[in-house]
């Protein structure tokens, strides 16, 4: 199976699923083959393929991510709004989560890292 992502104004919109008979061989090339396939079915609009197993466009897209045609990446949505994105299009906490064995999660209220005790 290949799965295309509808981009609009650089958004995923929707996800659909391709059989491999109608997508022919492996990225690339099954991308156009894909793309093909989809107009054939006279779904409109710019459709990327996607990875399910992140092998290709850094991740699997999904409704709500975002698609950068310059590094040919799909970017997830900022998980807070304090975080920047990086170089990498990977979300960064103002400050490094602390790295010594204990688990943390994100406090945005303290823009802090706050120790889960579970």
Avoid: H
């Avoid at 919109?13 to 059989?19: A, F, H, K, L, P």
């Avoid at 602390?98 to 120790?115: F, R, T």
Wanted: proline share 6%.
């Amino acid at each position: 199976m290949a799965y295309f992502a509808k981009i609009s104004d650089e958004v995923v919109e929707g996800i659909i699923v391709v059989s491999d008979e109608d997508c022919g061989s492996q990225f690339p090339a099954s991308e156009s083959v894909g793309q093909a396939f989809i107009a054939s079915l006279n779904l409109s609009g710019e459709w990327k393929q996607t990875s399910y197993n992140n092998n290709f466009r850094k991740q699997l897209a999904r409704v709500g991510y975002t698609y950068d045609a310059d590094a040919d990446q799909f970017v997830a949505p900022s998980p807070f709004p304090s975080w920047t994105l990086d170089s990498n299009n990977d979300w960064q906490a103002p400050t490094p989560m602390p790295n010594d064995g204990k688990m943390y999660g994100w406090n945005e209220e303290s823009l802090a890292w706050v120790e889960v005790v579970g």
